[in-house]
T-cell receptor
């Protein structure tokens, strides 16, 4: 069990560019989540996958955001035409469907300049 | 909707002193409650969880929390603070919607430990 892995850990991008983050969940965890955390706040739910199916999306997830989990293993979160307000830490988490503990990765910091 | 409120965004204690971080929850169903710790520039690490078994829950690093239904509270305590406990602490409640288990977090409490 290597834990939830995220990369890159840090990304600085210019406004208007696209960025993509990757998450590798704990193996055999079929549920995967993305959260966003801004400075001074707790994490907020963005979206959820069960295997490859995206089953829930928060209203925080604007149409510039897209997440995929093509084979039910790793997931990507893409932000198109980044804005300064997108600057945050993007956290990935996973859990087994029968479990009750959600495990988080180290997060990916995004700074939009 | 389920929610948690953390009282006090900053708490400062002396090394060796009692740590008390407050969390109150709002839930229409028996809640599952969690405390996570976040060190600078890192993700969230689970400290402990309450899942309707024992009301006094022991976690890692000497932390524990007591679920009090009458007070709708789940405060985090540690008898003796250590410098390494300095971090941000988040209380969270789990919501089950469909097949998802979502966490709703409080705004966090930053713990400072002084000599």
């Amino acid at each position: 069990d290597t834990g939830v892995s995220q990369n890159p850990r840090h990304k600085i991008t210019k406004r208007g560019q696209n960025v993509t983050f990757r998450c590798d969940p704990i193996s055999e965890h079929n549920r995967l989540y993305w959260y966003r955390q801004t400075l001074g706040q707790g994490p907020e739910f963005l979206t959820y996958f069960q295997n490859e199916a995206q089953l829930e999306k928060s209203r925080l997830l604007s149409d510039r955001f897209s997440a995929e989990r093509p084979k039910g293993s790793f997931s990507t979160l893409e932000i198109q035409r980044t804005e300064q307000g997108d600057s945050a830490m993007y956290l990935c988490a996973s859990d087994p469907s029968a479990g009750n503990t959600i495990y988080f990765g180290e997060g990916s910091w995004l700074t939009v300049v | 909707a389920q929610s948690v409120t953390q009282l006090g965004s900053h708490v400062s204690v002396s090394e060796g002193a009692l740590v008390l971080l407050r969390c109150n929850y709002s839930s229409s169903v028996p809640p599952y409650l969690f405390w996570y710790v976040q060190y600078p520039n890192q993700g969230l690490q689970l400290l402990l969880k309450y899942t309707s078994a024992a009301t006094l829950v022991k976690g890692i690093n000497g932390f524990e929390a007591e679920f009090k239904k009458s007070e709708t509270s789940f405060h985090l305590t540690k008898p003796s603070a250590h410098m390494s406990d300095a971090a941000e602490y988040f209380c969270a409640v789990r919501t089950n919607t469909g097949t998802a288990s979502k966490l709703t977090f409080g705004t966090g409490t930053r713990l400072q430990v002084t000599l």
